[in-house]
């Protein structure tokens, strides 16, 4: 009978390769165990070691393989421990060759569209995966800046997304990035490098990709110098990546070394105050933190007045005008002690001169708010009025504390309606998804493009407006209208599923009960039910 069932079925055409054949369950075990076949057929009665046991044995070891069990017994009680034990199918003999053929041509065919549903669940798991984790990463480096949990609520935080935080130093790098065309690119090329590095060195550099805020880079390592060594050469890098695109402009702040976890934020300040240098046309493109007030007081301590320091190229307005285009809230205040320190301290003892720079600083920022349709009088209202504050102030500090926190204002009001436009680009990309859910290749990359966002800051806005991943909003969005044609039309199971975008009706399939909790055709049915 093996020698009929192996000659009487041509397996190279039904794609499928014989590999071995054996008189008894005994014998067979050690040589499926060693060529691990997909399919395992055998009869029940065997002398030594019977079907049943082959079956049970084999399970324990290839819980994946399929086995075809042949018997000449119509017992209840064998089909039943056959299925106790996962047998893929039960045939009873005599069977012509055409209807062994037809089950095993059956059984293949389920294996391969086991294979095509793991490798489908698995890539859209992985995206998923990966989108979890850009969210999760960016809730760290917020956890990290505003040191809002312990430190080993933080460290437990970081190992859940495979981070490892532990080390002696840390030093935090602020990297601005002017929009152009290639930004996304090189924001992908960054990450990359960046990840590359944590695994080449003794320390590690992890990135945060800020969105429209650039990038921040937090490196570690037991020694000072490795970390200030490894700092600078993924400057360098970067620096590289970015030259080699020559429409994109940049800036890098470095904050100071510090020692503890808990104390990140303020080598993240420092690389903020850093990058708020950029602003007083300096020609410098990277600054460190501890050398940013080296030079500062340009304008001398002679004991002079020279007016002319508040109305070069440099002057205090140009500086506000261009740092409010594209300044952020946290620069807001060391720009202006920057601005200051320029000024001289001889020259800001004089109150005539003071008054003359505190209003070209002011009438900047006053034409600003009114260019972007903001309202001063919602500002001064927070602030103070200008006039009274001139009237009554003894000195620079009372005039500088009060133009830093204007200047802070004025850029949260700006930041305000940018997240508006933020919400319209979000609006935007969700009309996309809408109408083009449908696509088999809709992807977060191709969303995030149409709105000109990288993709790992599109995913984490996403999440933080929408309250669900991109991938689970397209999946509801797909199983919504699969559900709608289920009870509207007439069309099978795989038609609905390449009509909302699966490749595979299969994966559909799968989807569709993983997520509504019955299968497709449960579904109809239980809402035709519904309607009598």
Known sequence: MRDGIKKHIEWEKEGIEFVGEASDGELAYPMILEQKPDILLTDIKMPFMDGLELAELVKKELPDIKIIILSGYDEFAYAQKAVSLGVTEYLLKPISPSKLRESIRSVAEKIEEERILSASEAEWAREEEEERREIETHRLFDTLIMNDMSTSEVLEKAKKLDISLTARTYQMTRIYLSVSDSRNNIAASIVDKVSERSTENGGSCIAFDRGIDGFAMLVLSDEEEETARLTAEMIADVQAIINAQTDTDYFIGVGNIVNRLSEIRYSYDEANKALAHRFLVTGDKVVFSDKYDAGADKAGKTGELNIHSATDAESPHAVIENFLKTGMADEAEPLMDSVFATLGEQNIKSMIFLNYVTMDIY????????????????????????????????????????LKKYLKAVVEARDTRAAKKYSRLLHNAISYIDENYANDDISLNTVASTVNISPNHFSTIFSQEVGKTFIEYLIGKRMDKAKELLMTTDMRSNEIAYAV????????????????????????????????
């Open 501 to 532: 975008g699966y490749k595979d009706p299969h994966y559909f399939s799968y989807t569709f009960k993983k997520t509504q909790g019955m299968t497709s055709r449960e579904f109809r049915a239980r809402g035709k039910a519904d309607n009598v």
């Open 363 to 402: 009438f900047a920022m006053a034409r600003f708010v009114k260019d972007i349709g903001s309202d001063t009088a919602e500002i001064e209202k927070e602030c103070g009025d200008i006039n009274l504050l001139l009237s009554q102030a003894r000195g620079a500090d009372e005039i500088r504390i009060y």
